[in-house]
């Protein structure tokens, strides 16, 4: 079945770091890739999507590019913040399954000043 | 424009007990999908429902049960509580374009004793 992997964590960096968590994914057809964040005592925030592949999604310097030929969606940003301290979710919709979405295990992320 | 509204915020129920949350979901969203979410399954979906009919359905027992009324508002309901419910819930609203997105509340905090 469809299903979403992420790198686990937690993932520890310093302020003006940079940030890559890896998203890969199994599904039939072409889902919809998606992005989420949770901040403590939270519901979740879209952060990106996109849709097609090669298609980046991008948002609050963050990035992500739709990438087909790997089944990936790897998250980036170039200089994190300790504001970005949260769990980030990625997540995919497959053609044809409604609302339906596939979430990995979340990967948490901590920023230290 | 009003976000996704989740009630009540917190519930304390009793084993065997059962429970009733509510979602009303952006204006003029026809879809609202529930997701539970606990620290060892992670985010898991529970069932979709699309203009007052549910389009999808997630591998939960029969003791989880939803509907949507002609307001795209939505209830979803669980009977005879099990400690293992304890949970948060999500709900999600969407226009009904899946690839475009959900919209998250923040949450139903149940809690089973």
């Known amino acids: 079945g469809d299903s979403v992997t992420q790198m686990e964590g937690p993932v520890t960096l310093s302020e003006e770091a940079f940030l890559t968590i890896n998203c890969t994914y199994t599904a039939t057809g072409y889902p919809s890739l998606f992005w989420y964040v949770q901040y403590p005592g939270e519901g979740l925030q879209l952060l990106l999507k996109a849709t097609k592949a090669d298609d980046k999604g991008s948002n609050k310097g963050f990035e992500a590019t739709y990438r087909k030929e790997t089944t990936s969606f790897h998250l980036e940003k170039g200089s994190v913040q300790v504001s970005d301290s949260a769990v980030y979710f990625c997540a995919l919709n497959a053609y044809n399954q409604g609302g339906k979405l596939i979430f990995g295990q979340g990967t948490e992320l901590s920023v230290k000043p | 424009k009003a976000g996704v509204t989740q009630t009540p915020r917190y519930l304390i129920k009793t084993r065997g007990q059962q429970v009733t949350l509510s979602c009303s979901p952006i204006s003029g969203h026809r879809s609202v999908s529930w997701y539970q979410q606990t620290p060892g399954q992670g985010l898991q979906f529970l069932f979709e429902y699309f203009s007052e009919t549910q389009r999808n359905k997630g591998n939960f027992p029969g003791r989880f049960s939803g509907r949507q009324f002609s307001n795209s508002r939505s209830e979803m309901n669980v009977s005879t509580l099990e400690l293992g419910d304890s949970a948060l819930y999500l709900c999600?609203?969407?226009?009904?374009?899946?690839?475009?997105?959900?919209?998250f509340g923040s949450g139903t905090r149940l809690t089973v004793v």
């Open positions: 999600a609203s969407n226009d009904g374009q899946g690839s475009y997105g959900y919209t």
